[in-house]
């Protein structure tokens, strides 16, 4: 198969994966408090999961090519999931409205496009991986801050 229509897949894939946080988006604003709760859980979940992914993923690329990564990559491929763990604690306490879980996966989303840059300066990533990786990472993100507002 072309790259080109590798690309085209991965690029479609990756804007669909927007829809589920658009969708909770669209219900927050909606209204209506006995969807909040569920949209407002999801939310959270949703980015949570693509966070620990992008780990994976970096993990990934790290073991295709082991003697040219760093040890830092081994251990910043963990910090996602980890992050995300740690995110889930307040709402699992019965905190109630997840805020600072929103927001810690949200800016990590963001983040992530630090490590995607160094790992594209270092050879380690796909030829077209910040075209894809960049506007994922920064829009989940905010999609994911702007639900902290709703």
Do not use: H, K, N
């Amino acid at each position: 198969m072309p790259s080109s229509r590798i690309a085209r897949l991965a690029y479609g894939l990756g804007a669909a994966g927007l829809l589920p946080q658009g969708a909770v988006i669209l219900a927050l604003l909606a209204g209506g408090s006995s969807l909040r709760f569920m949209a407002t859980v999801l939310g959270f979940a949703y980015p949570a999961l693509i966070l620990s992914f992008l780990g994976g993923v970096w993990w990934g690329l790290a073991a295709r090519a082991p003697e040219r990564a760093p040890r830092w990559l081994w251990v910043v491929a963990v910090v996602p999931s980890l992050i995300a763990f740690a995110a889930c604690f307040p709402l699992a306490a019965g905190g109630g409205w997840p805020v600072a879980s929103l927001t810690a996966v949200g800016l990590s989303l963001i983040g992530s496009v630090a490590v995607d840059f160094r790992l594209a300066r270092m050879g380690l990533c796909p030829e077209g991986w910040l075209a894809l990786r960049v506007p994922l990472s920064i829009g989940l993100g905010s999609m994911t801050l702007l639900i902290t507002a709703l």
